[in-house]
């Protein structure tokens, strides 16, 4: 388990790097080393600090907190199939930033807060029905797409309606870093930090959690509060990244169920090893969309959608004994 | 521990007291309220009346410090991708928290617990690999570690082959031997009868009376009413199950 940390953190620092440092024709990987060294011009100093530093943040801490969010969404509903993106927890987070867009054109705060209300909105509902009414597994995913499909025609309206509230509409709703805003990200990162923190801390209730309601029970722990308090900083992790990127979802999806079968048993480990892998992962992939087409940009959940989804589909394939699904 | 409370709209009052060193078996038909007891003592339902735990109302522990009093095993358990001491150390959650180091003393329990539920030998497999009776051990060894001074368990043996069920019974009264309570309900009131100290007989979402297998002959009739059937003291030696069922 140690050796596989080391790995990942390895791996995040190379692709961070790489990302940084990765030059265009704007901008060369050696007018960036002179601009690190002190260097380099306005323009290429403004370059690195107000855009590719912050959109590099951007893509690793929406890594970490979207694959963990899918990582204790999934813990908390014992359903391996569920992701923010999946249960409508993104979408809803989504809708409620075009609301706050609408009201409050120039506020990035707002829109924060404002994403994580309507995650919590969601993922409460969503939980609701799977606790509550004891429906299965498949009907839980169910509703959460029926409940996701509602948001997303209530964004197409905003959109359709209003097309001046969102610049890029395409890259909102596949989710990307291209128009990554340096107030929003300065907002988020400290939200993330907190959520990936606190779960990590809560880890290993989650691993009593996921004996069952009545043996967490027997155990001292408070179930209920317990599992409030995880959809709550799930919701949170979701809505922050979400108020950066747009409707990034698959991430959400993959990195955890990968994770779980690479990584021991305890969830304080997943949770880690999902944070670097999940950064990692969704760096290398903007990074990929930034550079493959250039002086073009391709949506990052564009390449996400093309490397994961064949992936996960070939992991599910393969490991459909061990994902534990119904 | 004493108890003493009603439920809901189902009234159901009785007072029962329940000792440590004993294994009490609560016994009744279908629907007549025996998981109910166990979930209530455990604290998992609301009730009124009162539930005494130590001189101490048992709705005013918190989670932690009730769960190093009860510990409680439900009906069916999850086999989840877990080895068996890590399922195990878990049990000392109640100890520990979040905040969870395996000290010297966490290890020698867990070592004892293991060897006591007899599934020392499967402390690196995991769950999802062992069979219904090892995994019911398995989970009793994490209650084990929990070392609670009662241990409620709801059904035990279901699922379990006749050798398991033995294996079961004889670890459950090692435990009690330590000086620890346990209460379980039983589906056979033979078992119950060869197995437990005290029997509670419930009907209908109520307690009818508490009953100890020696004095068996005074409380013949109600047994009959109830189940229909009752039991008889046998002393042929070889018996699995010295009380066996009479019409």
Redesign the interface.
Same mark, same amino acid.
């Given at each position: 388990m140690r050796r596989k940390l080391v790995i990942s953190i390895i791996l995040l620092i190379a692709i961070a790097a790489f990302s940084v440092l990765a030059g265009n024709g704007a901008i060369g990987t050696k007018d960036i080393l002179r601009v690190i060294a002190g260097g380099g011009s306005l323009s290429q100093q403004t370059i690195l600090f107000r855009v590719r530093l912050p959109r590099v943040a951007a893509a690793a801490f929406c890594g970490a907190a979207l694959s963990v969010a899918g990582f204790i969404i999934q813990s908390t509903l014992d359903n391996r199939i569920a992701s923010p993106g999946i249960l409508g927890i993104n979408n809803g987070a989504g809708l409620f930033v075009l609301i706050s867009a609408l009201i409050f054109p120039f506020q990035s705060g707002v829109k924060c807060i404002m994403a994580f209300a309507g995650a919590l909105a969601v993922a409460f509902l969503v939980s609701f029905l799977a606790v509550r009414t004891g429906m299965s597994k498949t009907s839980v995913i169910l509703s959460g797409v029926a409940i996701s499909a509602i948001c997303t025609s209530a964004i197409e309206l905003i959109i359709s309606l209003r097309p001046e509230t969102i610049a890029d509409r395409a890259a909102f709703r596949i989710g990307g870093f291209a128009a990554v805003n340096p107030v929003t990200v300065l907002f988020a990162i400290p939200l993330i930090i907190i959520g990936l923190a606190v779960s990590f %801390?809560?880890?290993?209730?989650m691993?009593?959690l996921?004996? @069952?309601d009545?043996?967490a029970? @027997? %155990? @001292? %722990?408070?179930v209920r509060a317990c599992r409030n308090l995880f959809i709550m900083i799930s919701a949170l992790l979701a809505a922050a990244s979400i108020s950066m990127c747009g409707l990034i979802g698959f991430v959400g999806l993959i990195v955890p169920n990968c994770v779980r079968i690479i990584s021991d048993?305890?969830s304080s480990g997943g949770i880690l090893l999902c944070a670097l892998t999940g950064a990692a992962f969704l760096l290398l992939c903007d990074t990929i969309s930034r550079l493959i087409v250039f002086p073009y940009e391709l949506p990052c959940g564009l390449i996400l959608s093309i490397i994961g989804a064949p992936y996960l589909v070939w992991i599910l394939v393969k490991k459909k004994k061990?994902l @534990?699904i119904d | 521990m004493t108890t003493s409370y009603s439920y809901g709209k189902d009234f159901f009052v009785k007072e029962a007291l329940f000792t440590r060193g004993r294994i009490t078996g609560v016994i009744g038909p279908n629907g007549s309220g025996k998981t109910t007891l166990l979930k209530t003592i455990?604290? !998992?339902m609301p009730y009124r009346g009162s539930i005494m735990i130590d001189d101490r109302e048992c709705r005013s522990y918190?989670? !932690?410090?009730?769960?190093?009093k +009860? #510990?409680?095993?439900?009906q069916t +358990?999850?086999a +989840? #991708?877990?080895?068996v001491e &890590?399922?195990v150390w878990?049990?000392r959650?109640?100890w520990h928290?979040?905040y969870?180091k395996l000290t010297e003393d966490d290890a020698r329990i867990i070592d004892e617990s293991l060897q006591t539920a007899t599934v020392q030998d499967l402390r690196k497999r995991d769950l &999802?690999e062992l069979s219904g009776g090892e995994l019911r051990r398995a989970?009793v060894a994490m !209650?084990f570690a929990?070392n609670a001074d009662m241990m409620?368990l709801d059904e035990p043996t279901t699922y379990m082959d006749i050798k398991s069920q033995s294996m079961l019974y004889e670890i459950l009264r090692q435990y009690a031997g330590s000086g620890h309570g346990v209460i379980m309900t039983c589906h056979g009131i033979d078992q119950a009868f060869s197995y437990c100290d005290d029997i509670v007989v419930m009907n209908e979402r109520t307690l009818v009376k508490c009953i100890s297998p020696g004095r068996l002959k005074e409380d013949e009739a109600s047994l009959r009413s109830i189940f229909g059937v009752s039991v008889k003291r046998s002393d042929d030696a070889g018996l699995v199950y010295p009380y066996q069922l009479v019409k």
């Amino acid at each position: 388990m140690r050796r596989k940390l080391v790995i990942s953190i390895i791996l995040l620092i190379a692709i961070a790097a790489f990302s940084v440092l990765a030059g265009n024709g704007a901008i060369g990987t050696k007018d960036i080393l002179r601009v690190i060294a002190g260097g380099g011009s306005l323009s290429q100093q403004t370059i690195l600090f107000r855009v590719r530093l912050p959109r590099v943040a951007a893509a690793a801490f929406c890594g970490a907190a979207l694959s963990v969010a899918g990582f204790i969404i999934q813990s908390t509903l014992d359903n391996r199939i569920a992701s923010p993106g999946i249960l409508g927890i993104n979408n809803g987070a989504g809708l409620f930033v075009l609301i706050s867009a609408l009201i409050f054109p120039f506020q990035s705060g707002v829109k924060c807060i404002m994403a994580f209300a309507g995650a919590l909105a969601v993922a409460f509902l969503v939980s609701f029905l799977a606790v509550r009414t004891g429906m299965s597994k498949t009907s839980v995913i169910l509703s959460g797409v029926a409940i996701s499909a509602i948001c997303t025609s209530a964004i197409e309206l905003i959109i359709s309606l209003r097309p001046e509230t969102i610049a890029d509409r395409a890259a909102f709703r596949i989710g990307g870093f291209a128009a990554v805003n340096p107030v929003t990200v300065l907002f988020a990162i400290p939200l993330i930090i907190i959520g990936l923190a606190v779960s990590f %801390l809560m880890a290993p209730s989650m691993d009593i959690l996921n004996l @069952g309601d009545e043996v967490a029970h @027997g %155990l @001292g %722990l408070n179930v209920r509060a317990c599992r409030n308090l995880f959809i709550m900083i799930s919701a949170l992790l979701a809505a922050a990244s979400i108020s950066m990127c747009g409707l990034i979802g698959f991430v959400g999806l993959i990195v955890p169920n990968c994770v779980r079968i690479i990584s021991d048993k305890k969830s304080s480990g997943g949770i880690l090893l999902c944070a670097l892998t999940g950064a990692a992962f969704l760096l290398l992939c903007d990074t990929i969309s930034r550079l493959i087409v250039f002086p073009y940009e391709l949506p990052c959940g564009l390449i996400l959608s093309i490397i994961g989804a064949p992936y996960l589909v070939w992991i599910l394939v393969k490991k459909k004994k061990r994902l @534990g699904i119904d | 521990m004493t108890t003493s409370y009603s439920y809901g709209k189902d009234f159901f009052v009785k007072e029962a007291l329940f000792t440590r060193g004993r294994i009490t078996g609560v016994i009744g038909p279908n629907g007549s309220g025996k998981t109910t007891l166990l979930k209530t003592i455990a604290g !998992m339902m609301p009730y009124r009346g009162s539930i005494m735990i130590d001189d101490r109302e048992c709705r005013s522990y918190g989670g !932690m410090e009730r769960a190093k009093k +009860v #510990s409680y095993l439900p009906q069916t +358990v999850k086999a +989840v #991708s877990l080895d068996v001491e &890590t399922l195990v150390w878990h049990g000392r959650f109640p100890w520990h928290g979040n905040y969870r180091k395996l000290t010297e003393d966490d290890a020698r329990i867990i070592d004892e617990s293991l060897q006591t539920a007899t599934v020392q030998d499967l402390r690196k497999r995991d769950l &999802t690999e062992l069979s219904g009776g090892e995994l019911r051990r398995a989970y009793v060894a994490m !209650m084990f570690a929990q070392n609670a001074d009662m241990m409620l368990l709801d059904e035990p043996t279901t699922y379990m082959d006749i050798k398991s069920q033995s294996m079961l019974y004889e670890i459950l009264r090692q435990y009690a031997g330590s000086g620890h309570g346990v209460i379980m309900t039983c589906h056979g009131i033979d078992q119950a009868f060869s197995y437990c100290d005290d029997i509670v007989v419930m009907n209908e979402r109520t307690l009818v009376k508490c009953i100890s297998p020696g004095r068996l002959k005074e409380d013949e009739a109600s047994l009959r009413s109830i189940f229909g059937v009752s039991v008889k003291r046998s002393d042929d030696a070889g018996l699995v199950y010295p009380y066996q069922l009479v019409k």
